[in-house]
């Protein structure tokens, strides 16, 4: 039933004499607290925060004196009480709800200072289903949202980082709280439980294997304010969910500017990539422009397989993000501060290589501790007008494939490692993507086109300047193979591929022309591999 507004003016300044103080991250709670008694202000609490308190030598009274009921079920229930939420919910001005705390003997609470139980950190630990559901905060977030929603009268508190603000603004205002700060506090407080629960409703989803709920939250942490998004006219934040999971959100930056929005994608998009390969079977490179490889390699050493990812398309690495699968050393770092490059992201980097990046102030270099896992599960989420597109993250592998030769001709033992490569590479480009790989390096990418087969020439004319860069006679592509993110529907991109120099093909077929495409391949004495799994990426 919807319950009709009171038509009370809401007061600018309120006066703070009675604060709620329970807390699970005590951060900073005997100084805040010792401040607001300072001010006059009494205090009350609960379990930990009362018992560090009064170890203080704070004047605090225990909740179950207000309640007149101690905790119960291992703390389970302390604060679901009328005279909690009554002196939190009460409207001041109103005569019927002043009536009602007089006859109850409900004091008010002018301030509520709280923070949650840390779901997030301990799922991501990898707690067991138990554990997750005991560090679900029922009380804290009860109190957090009443004390919000009435924040005419209520100062809520849920971030100790927000302690010394409330406390000058009621120096500022002897003893008072101003609107403007309890409106803007009552969002943060909203904004973190609404994150909160979609922690909770989120982890309980994959926990029972739901992926598509009937409801599906969104929620994260500000980490940053952006200058700006994609372009100067936009605004951006960069936001956090937790997630267990090595990149550039949990990296740290250990110099270099402030990274952008684009920046941000980008270097996603570049550790993903180069995630897909083993550190233990080789060293790998992936340089990434605009979200797409512009080249990547593997090889014995890391700074052969950089300087062979950078061969394939040295224009486009200008400005581009370098992802590695293996620690940073100082003769790789000595190569990329050649061309000008706006991130590095490795797992992690030796003292001589960090001393090399650090002649150059305005290059970024992320050290994430480790490599993000390319079959782990997770949640994609991109926004459409009115609604949200949720699918599971791309975690197919094609080392776990069931790969199936085609063609008359079987692929050499080298054509199909290569194969294997260039397509844990195509997995990574827009679509339509193609891909021209030798000798474990990317020799021509074509990405993000409206037909396949104007990809497969955009990727030999990028791999015929490449060879005219490196001062080559023979094309990059000559007895390289191809690798195509979906079907062929045609076999003209598959001749594009022919033409350009590719004795092999990978492609997940599929197509109602497969038969014809496969039959062109004979005829042009191609080997040909089908996974059955396609890597669409837009």
Same mark, same amino acid.
């Given at each position: 039933?919807?319950?009709?507004?009171?038509?009370?003016?809401?007061?600018?300044?309120?006066?703070?004499?009675?604060?709620?103080?329970?807390?699970?991250?005590?951060?900073?709670?005997?100084?805040?607290?010792?401040?607001?008694?300072?001010?006059?202000?009494?205090?009350?609490?609960?379990?930990?925060?009362?018992?560090?308190?009064?170890?203080?030598?704070?004047?605090?009274?225990?909740?179950?004196?207000?309640?007149?009921?101690?905790?119960?079920?291992?703390?389970?229930?302390?604060?679901?009480?009328?005279?909690?939420?009554?002196?939190?919910?009460?409207?001041?001005?109103?005569?019927?709800?002043?009536?009602?705390?007089?006859?109850?003997?409900?004091?008010?609470?002018?301030?509520?200072?709280?923070?949650?139980?840390?779901?997030?950190?301990?799922?991501?630990?990898?707690?067991?289903?138990?554990?997750?559901?005991?560090?679900?905060?029922?009380?804290?977030?009860?109190?957090?949202?009443?004390?919000?929603?009435?924040?005419?009268?209520?100062?809520?508190?849920?971030?100790?980082?927000?302690?010394?603000?409330?406390?000058?603004?009621?120096?500022?205002?002897?003893?008072?709280?101003?609107?403007?700060?309890?409106?803007?506090?009552?969002?943060?407080?909203?904004?973190?439980?609404?994150?909160?629960?979609?922690?909770?409703?989120?982890?309980?989803?994959?926990?029972?294997?739901?992926?598509?709920?009937?409801?599906?939250?969104?929620?994260?942490?500000?980490?940053?304010?952006?200058?700006?998004?994609?372009?100067?006219?936009?605004?951006?934040?960069?936001?956090?969910?937790?997630?267990?999971?090595?990149?550039?959100?949990?990296?740290?930056?250990?110099?270099?500017?402030?990274?952008?929005?684009?920046?941000?994608?980008?270097?996603?998009?570049?550790?993903?990539?180069?995630?897909?390969?083993?550190?233990?079977?080789?060293?790998?490179?992936?340089?990434?422009?605009?979200?797409?490889?512009?080249?990547?390699?593997?090889?014995?050493?890391?700074?052969?397989?950089?300087?062979?990812?950078?061969?394939?398309?040295?224009?486009?690495?200008?400005?581009?993000?370098?992802?590695?699968?293996?620690?940073?050393?100082?003769?790789?770092?000595?190569?990329?501060?050649?061309?000008?490059?706006?991130?590095?992201?490795?797992?992690?980097?030796?003292?001589?290589?960090?001393?090399?990046?650090?002649?150059?102030?305005?290059?970024?270099?992320?050290?994430?501790?480790?490599?993000?896992?390319?079959?782990?599960?997770?949640?994609?989420?991109?926004?459409?007008?009115?609604?949200?597109?949720?699918?599971?993250?791309?975690?197919?592998?094609?080392?776990?494939?069931?790969?199936?030769?085609?063609?008359?001709?079987?692929?050499?033992?080298?054509?199909?490692?290569?194969?294997?490569?260039?397509?844990?590479?195509?997995?990574?480009?827009?679509?339509?993507?193609?891909?021209? +790989?030798?000798? @474990? $390096? !990317?020799?021509? *990418?074509?990405? /993000?086109?409206?037909? &396949?087969?104007?990809?497969?020439?955009? =990727? #030999?004319?990028?791999?015929?300047?490449?060879?005219?860069?490196?001062?080559?006679?023979?094309?990059?592509?000559?007895?390289?193979?191809?690798?195509?993110?979906?079907?062929?529907?045609?076999?003209?991109?598959?001749?594009?591929? +022919?033409?350009? @120099? $590719? !004795?092999?093909? *990978?492609?997940? /077929?599929?197509?109602? &022309?497969?038969?014809?495409?496969?039959? =062109? #391949?004979?005829?042009?004495?191609?080997?040909?591999?089908?996974?059955?799994?396609?890597?669409?990426?837009?």
């Amino acid at each position: 039933m919807a319950i009709s507004s009171k038509s009370v003016p809401v007061p600018d300044l309120v006066q703070v004499k009675r604060a709620l103080l329970s807390v699970y991250d005590k951060t900073g709670l005997v100084a805040f607290a010792k401040a607001l008694s300072e001010r006059g202000v009494e205090l009350v609490s609960t379990g930990g925060s009362y018992k560090a308190l009064a170890e203080a030598g704070l004047p605090v009274m225990d909740i179950a004196e207000v309640t007149g009921f101690p905790e119960i079920m291992d703390g389970r229930v302390k604060t679901l009480h009328p005279k909690v939420h009554g002196g939190l919910l009460a409207i001041r001005d109103d005569t019927g709800h002043q009536s009602a705390m007089t006859d109850h003997g409900i004091a008010g609470i002018d301030l509520f200072c709280g923070n949650l139980y840390p779901f997030e950190e301990v799922v991501a630990r990898g707690a067991d289903y138990a554990t997750g559901v005991e560090n679900i905060d029922i009380g804290g977030p009860a109190m957090t949202r009443a004390a919000a929603k009435n924040h005419a009268y209520v100062t809520v508190v849920t971030d100790p980082a927000d302690y010394d603000r409330v406390i000058a603004e009621m120096d500022e205002n002897n003893g008072r709280t101003p609107i403007a700060l309890r409106k803007s506090l009552a969002l943060k407080a909203f904004a973190r439980t609404a994150a909160y629960d979609a922690a909770v409703s989120n982890w309980l989803s994959d926990q029972l294997g739901e992926d598509t709920p009937a409801n599906r939250a969104v929620g994260g942490a500000l980490a940053e304010v952006m200058r700006y998004g994609e372009n100067p006219h936009q605004t951006a934040g960069f936001y956090v969910t937790g997630e267990n999971r090595p990149g550039v959100a949990t990296a740290r930056q250990v110099q270099g500017k402030t990274l952008s929005y684009n920046n941000i994608n980008d270097t996603d998009a570049a550790f993903e990539l180069v995630s897909e390969f083993d550190p233990e079977r080789a060293k790998a490179v992936a340089i990434i422009k605009h979200a797409n490889p512009c080249g990547v390699a593997e090889a014995a050493s890391l700074v052969d397989a950089y300087k062979m990812a950078l061969r394939c398309d040295p224009v486009s690495a200008f400005g581009g993000i370098v992802a590695l699968n293996t620690p940073l050393d100082a003769a790789t770092a000595e190569e990329i501060v050649k061309v000008f490059t706006e991130v590095i992201i490795a797992p992690d980097a030796d003292d001589a290589a960090v001393a090399v990046i650090a002649a150059k102030k305005n290059l970024r270099l992320l050290l994430t501790g480790g490599l993000a896992d390319p079959r782990s599960k997770g949640t994609f989420v991109k926004s459409v007008a009115g609604g949200l597109l949720v699918q599971s993250r791309d975690n197919g592998v094609v080392d776990d494939l069931d790969l199936k030769v085609v063609t008359k001709r079987q692929p050499s033992a080298q054509e199909l490692a290569d194969l294997k490569f260039a397509f844990k590479v195509a997995k990574h480009v827009k679509s339509n993507a193609i891909v021209y +790989a030798k000798d @474990g $390096a !990317t020799v021509g *990418i074509g990405a /993000g086109q409206m037909s &396949r087969v104007d990809s497969a020439r955009i =990727a #030999a004319r990028k791999a015929l300047d490449a060879t005219e860069a490196a001062g080559l006679s023979n094309p990059l592509t000559q007895g390289c193979v191809v690798a195509s993110d979906a079907f062929f529907p045609f076999a003209d991109g598959l001749l594009s591929a +022919a033409e350009a @120099g $590719a !004795t092999a093909v *990978i492609q997940p /077929g599929g197509s109602m &022309r497969d038969n014809e495409v496969i039959a =062109a #391949a004979d005829d042009a004495g191609l080997a040909m591999v089908m996974t059955g799994m396609r890597h669409f990426r837009h």
